[in-house]
T-cell receptor
Framework: AQKITQTQPGMFVQEKEAVTLDCTYD???????LFWYKQPSSGEMIFLIY??????QNATEGRYSLNFQKARKSANLVISASQLGDSAMYFC???????????FGQGTTLQVKP | KAGVTQTPRYLIKTRGQQVTLSCSPI?????VSWYQQTPGQGLQFLFE???????NKGNFPGRFSGRQFSNSRSEMNVSTLELGDSALYLC???????????FGQGTRLTVV
């Protein structure tokens, strides 16, 4: 069965430092997509970054990068130079190749300290 | 380009009532998926519509239904509301099954 595991329920990071949020996945599909979303307390699910299973380069979007290790089935999110506004819940998700359905992990709450 | 719009943002309903939620996807996107988010169960897939057809359905009772119109706007209906239906309902807009999936702000439903 498809599954996303986020083992860190909560994380703290000092402002301006980098932080890595862990995500491992389980799938037998050859084609799939991996996403990271940010959900502030308002509830909106904000798209951060996407990595396709056939992409050889790690995805980057501004301060966000995805450390994709296919053999280990991991897709960790790296946030560089953390800002106070980065405090939120972060979800890793996998898109099933044949259905398009998103499967989410349980999320990691990130708190950035001034 | 306008993002995904969900209305209303907040709803309070009584047990036994029914409710309809709306989602307008990003212009040009033909796929709309719905998810339920609760503290206990996390994010769970409800169903997906593409070009007015339901392509996939999650493991939810028949009280949960939806439809998609020719302009790709989608509605989700929950009949005979139960307390456990209280949740944040999110819709996601995509071109198709691959690529980006972009969410609206969600509708927070409270059943009392």
């Amino acid at each position: 069965a498809q599954k996303i595991t986020q083992t860190q329920p909560g994380m703290f990071v000092q402002e301006k430092e980098a932080v890595t949020l862990d995500c491992t996945y389980d799938t037998s599909d050859q084609s799939y997509g991996l996403f990271w979303y940010k959900q502030p307390s308002s509830g909106e699910m904000i798209f951060l970054i996407y990595q396709g299973s056939y992409d050889e380069q790690n995805a980057t979007e501004g301060r966000y990068s995805l450390n994709f290790q296919k053999a280990r089935k991991s897709a960790n999110l790296v946030i560089s130079a953390s800002q106070l506004g980065d405090s939120a819940m972060y979800f890793c998700a996998m898109r099933e190749g044949n259905t398009g359905k998103l499967i989410f992990g349980q999320g990691t709450t990130l708190q950035v300290k001034p | 380009k306008a993002g995904v719009t969900q209305t209303p943002r907040y709803l309070i309903k009584t047990r036994g009532q029914q409710v309809t939620l709306s989602c307008s996807p990003i212009s040009g996107h033909r796929s709309v998926s719905w998810y339920q988010q609760t503290p206990g169960q996390g994010l769970q897939f409800l169903f997906e519509y593409f070009s007015e057809t339901q392509r996939n359905k999650g493991n939810f009772p028949g009280r949960f239904s939806g439809r998609q119109f020719s302009n790709s706007r989608s509605e989700m209906n929950v009949s005979t509301l139960e307390l456990g239906d209280s949740a944040l309902y999110l819709c996601a807009s995509s071109l198709d099954r691959a690529g980006g999936a972009f969410f609206g702000q969600g509708t927070r439903l409270t059943v009392v």
